[in-house]
């Protein structure tokens, strides 16, 4: 099964704005009810894997909930080259849980090529979109929650975007 870790986002007014916005363009938006914080993700991994690592990531409960202000929005690569365009998850809380994550048994031995970005993805951009587009960058101050669960996602690929179901989930 294809997997990850993340954290459920809640449909924020500003963030569910900004999708409007940009499925007036060409380009695939994230259902509100798909919005997350990846903070792993781990590929294709067998059931007993996906086992061990939610029994692992119980000892994260009772970690604290805690705020994520969502703040602007941007682009990967780069707003000039789009690939991504994605909100800011901005928490110290965020990254300390992230750490703590990666540190779990079962997750040591996965290499992250890139610094955790905490983001919210909000489309995928295939081809070079209308200069239009870059309007959505003018909103800030989305919003904030409150981040009270770690969930351990599956993720199936269809034709219409991705499926995700909730395969474990730890109360932060």
């Known amino acids: 099964m294809r997997a990850f870790i993340g954290i459920a986002v809640p449909p924020l007014p500003k963030i569910v704005k900004a999708l409007n916005f940009l499925k007036r363009f060409d380009v695939k ?7 997350h914080i990846n903070i792993v993700f781990l590929g294709d991994i067998r059931e007993e894997k996906a086992n061990e690592i939610a029994d692992a990531l119980d000892c ?14 941007s682009a990967f690569p780069s707003k000039e ?8 998850a901005v928490s110290d809380k965020l990254m300390e ?22 983001h919210i993805t909000l ?10 587009i870059r309007e959505v960058f003018n909103l ?10 770690l969930v351990l996602y599956e993720s199936k690929l269809t ?4 499926i995700y179901s909730k395969l474990h989930v730890v109360k932060l």
């Open 60 to 73: 994260l409960e009772g970690f604290g909930s805690f705020k994520v202000r969502v703040s602007y929005i």
């Open 97 to 118: 849980l992230e750490k703590k994550v990666m540190s779990l048994e079962p997750l040591k031995s996965i290499k992250k090529d890139k610094a955790f970005i905490p």
């Open 81 to 88: 080259r789009i690939n991504v365009i994605w909100a800011s």
């Open 123 to 132: 489309a995928r951009v295939k081809k070079r979109p209308p200069m239009e």
């Open 140 to 149: 800030n101050d989305l919003g904030e929650f409150t981040a009270e669960g």
């Open 29 to 35: 938006c994230v259902e509100k009810e798909n919005l």
């Open 159 to 162: 034709t219409r975007g991705p």
